[in-house]
């Protein structure tokens, strides 16, 4: 297929809408069968344009059956490898084992009249990792005193020479004239001139534990503790067959692992936590033979899962080490920068009517306050810094999920003559309630020969509270992305003859676009959009009026009124001027002028498929097939998360060249025009045409050949292109 994948569990479609992958992988011990389809199926075959792939789980038989297995690999049998054998470091652990049982029969005596039967399979997925070494350039002792005398740089060479922005001149090791030489020592900051939360930052993380080396450009080291995982998942499968024409059967599955806090890359630093790993996969089957001509079938099935900072796909536990933060260091106030300001002080206020909230009040982290977030900003260093220390930002530097989707197959087949007619109904909804967004800051220290207070290094700058940028969004962003599929089809199987059958039908989509239900997104029309109206954006200009500019005299201008922007502001060239237009100008709200889905697709959806075959020679010797199709595609909801970081809901700040300290007072304050994340406002189906055609013979000594042509054309699927090229 050309599209997206279905996955489907007895039927059942068993996917996380998020990505369009299976919700969970299932124990192969537990599967009786794969049906696998590939390209310009049915009609019956419905929601993707891929593969469609369905797994029966194995069912209770009139006689008891079991069965023992373990599979296992141990990283004792491994060799360790050569780079870990060059830097002296000590094999990694990875051993992995899969063994389970199962057990199925009769709720009965065996081989009696019976008409209930169960299977039973529990498979689980021990997982010991560890002994990854890992490396970082943390502050010195003497820097966390605001001392670079003794500071290496990222090639692991001396770097004294640490600038004093109120000093004009150069620093450097050819002239030392505007350096910081406190008592006479070149790189000693005073104390006087020091900001607090910035040593609380370099204190932030352990001390340095290996020797100050010349060429080394790292002095900490930490080795993954050995830690023991464990996944397990358990399937239990009833079926019940009152009369020799109806049989019912409920499942279930789920994949559990214990939310144990997990060690972090620096044990105790930024060790973590998640809520919940469980993936739960419900689903029932019904059939009813009404006469010898007429059957019923029916399938239902649903998952819910949610998870904080990883994915979780089952099959195995999760070494997950971005969750909610279990350690001191992942609270802003207990690390001793809590009076960082924020450039906007209620972006960490989560709201209690959202997933997120809940989520949080019930886990005991330290990065929650019981009414907002106190997680630390995420801080960068510089090219200066090499092997930079690891942040504690968890799930605020990706996502909090939840997800919970059901569906139901009705098929209805009549047998006529030559004729095999199906029809039936199928119906997808999924609500998923995702959270993103940079909303505990993003501060970089990093040197930049741009900015006026700049030290030329990163560990420095923050000592004295210097930052080059500091950006951050103005609202936590979730949305509860709402998915609904209504779909029907009808089709024929017709043996026209003996040597010639017709595979005929159509299937018929109507496809709610993806979107958020909270009502917090927007979309952007082009055709609505006001020149007039249009906020200005600052130009370039050349302090000295001479052309061609050089960089260092690059200034921004506003064009409105042709002033031009004091000192280092050629980063403000692009950025919008304050005070003109509408930054919302094109924009609307989600069900304010446009549809409360954000935008449209065709109401219904029609999609024709024929194949057919032909046995040329009547013997089954040489027989030739081919197919045709049209097929639609459910987009995954990835697609539309950051529309809920639109304005006029959300905005993402950037503050320049300033102190912390002093952030009012900062240099260069710039808002970008918004990114956004927006649909063609009229959207068609994604859609796949495909055919095939093929043939198939028979050879001497009992051989076959099989030559098969496939092709697809892929049409109106979502794609990101840039309005402004």
């Known amino acids: ?11 059942a479609t068993a996917m996380d809408p998020g990505v369009n992958r299976p919700a969970t992988r299932v124990s ?3 599967v009786s069968e794969v049906r696998l389809v590939t390209s310009t199926y049915q009609a019956e075959f419905g929601r993707s344009s891929g593969l469609q792939v369905n797994a029966v789980t194995k069912s209770g038989t009139n006689q008891f059956r079991g069965s023992l297995y373990d599979v296992e690999r141990n990283s004792k049998w491994n060799k360790n490898s050569k780079t870990n054998i060059l830097n002296g470091d000590p094999k990694a652990f990875q051993d992995q084992r899969d063994w389970g049982l199962a057990l199925g029969g009769p709720v ?3 081989g009696g009249s019976n008409k209930l039967f169960f299977y039973f399979n529990l498979e689980m997925n021990p997982r ?5 070494v890992n490396r970082y350039r943390v502050p010195t002792a003497l820097e966390r005193q605001g001392d670079f005398s003794q500071s290496r740089d990222n090639n692991g060479n001396l770097y004294p020479y640490i600038k004093d922005p109120l000093v004009a001149g150069t620093c450097s090791a050819s002239n030392q004239s505007a350096c910081f030489q406190d008592g006479g020592v070149l790189g000693r900051i005073p104390q006087n001139r020091l900001y607090q939360s910035g040593m609380n930052i370099l204190k932030w993380w352990p001390d340095a534990n290996l020797p100050d080396v010349a060429g080394q450009a790292y002095n900490f080291q930490s080795t993954d503790p050995e830690t023991k995982l464990l996944g397990y998942q358990p399937i239990f499968r009833l079926d019940y067959q009152p009369t020799s024409s109806i049989r019912a059967s409920a499942r279930f599955l789920q994949y559990m692992q214990p939310n144990d806090a997990i060690s972090g890359t620096i044990p105790g630093f930024n ?17 009813w033979t009404l006469n010898p001509t007429m059957f019923l079938e029916a399938s239902y099935g649903s998952n819910f899962r949610h998870q904080e900072g990883c994915s979780i796909a089952g099959g195995e536990p999760n070494y997950c080490r971005s969750a909610l933060s279990v350690s001191p260091a992942g609270n802003r106030f207990l690390s001793g920068f809590g009076d ?13 009517d959202t997933w997120s909230y809940e989520v949080l009040n019930r886990v005991d982290t330290t990065m929650w306050d019981g009414t907002r977030v106190v997680a630390p900003p995420q801080f960068s260093w510089g090219n200066r810094v090499a092997n930079a220390p690891p942040n504690n930002i968890g799930p605020f530097g990706s996502f909090i999920l939840d997800n919970r989707s059901h569906n139901l197959n009705l098929t209805l087949t009549k047998v006529r003559g030559q004729h095999t007619l199906k029809t039936g109904y199928y119906y997808f909804v999924s609500y998923q309630r ?5 909303i505990t800051g993003n501060i970089s220290f990093a040197n930049d020969t741009n900015n006026p207070l700049d030290t030329s290094f990163g560990y420095a700058n923050a000592a004295l509270g210097v930052f080059s940028t500091y950006s951050q969004l103005s609202r936590w962003g979730e949305g509860a992305y709402l998915a609904v599929n209504h779909e029907a089809f009808i089709q024929d199987n017709w043996r026209v003859s003996s040597r010639f059958t017709l595979d005929y039908g159509v299937r018929f989509v109507n496809q709610k676009p993806q979107y958020d239900d909270y009502g917090l997104n927007s979309n952007f029309l082009p055709e609505r959009w006001d020149a007039g109206s249009a906020p200005a954006l600052y130009v370039a200009g050349c302090s000295t009026g001479v052309s061609p500019c050089s960089a260092g005299n690059r200034r921004a201008v506003n064009p409105v009124t042709g002033q031009m922007l004091a000192g280092n502001s050629a980063l403000a060239i692009g950025t919008l001027v304050p005070g003109t237009g509408s930054s919302t100008n094109g924009v609307f709200a989600a069900g304010e002028g446009i549809a409360e889905s954000n935008y449209l697709y065709p109401a219904i959806g029609v999609a024709p498929r024929v194949g057919a075959a032909l046995d040329v020679k009547g013997d089954q010797s040489f027989i030739v097939r081919g197919g045709a199709g049209l097929f639609f595609d459910r987009p995954p909801s990835q697609n539309i998360y950051n529309t809920v970081n639109n304005p006029p809901f959300s905005r993402n700040v950037t503050v320049r060249y300033g102190q912390l300290q002093n952030i009012a007072g900062s240099g260069l304050t710039t808002e970008a025009a918004p990114a956004l994340t927006v649909w063609q406002y009229d959207q068609p189906l994604p859609a796949s045409a495909q055919w095939n055609i093929g043939v198939q013979a028979t050879l001497p000594f009992s051989t076959a050949i099989d030559v ?18």
């Open 708 to 725: 098969s042509y496939t092709g697809e054309h892929s049409y109106d699927t979502p794609t990101a292109s840039n309005l402004n090229s």
């Open 1 to 11: 297929g050309g599209g997206d994948n279905n996955f489907m569990i007895d039927g």
């Open 434 to 438: 995702r959270g993103q967004g940079n």
């Open 271 to 287: 060790d973590s936590q998640m809520d919940n790993y469980g993936i739960f996969v419900p689903g029932a089957t019904f059939n």
């Open 340 to 352: 960082i300001p924020y450039l906007f002080p209620d972006a960490t206020v989560i709201s209690p």
């Open 108 to 110: 009965g005596k065996a």
């Open 28 to 30: 192969v011990e537990a």
């Open 128 to 132: 010991t990792e560890g002994n990854t």
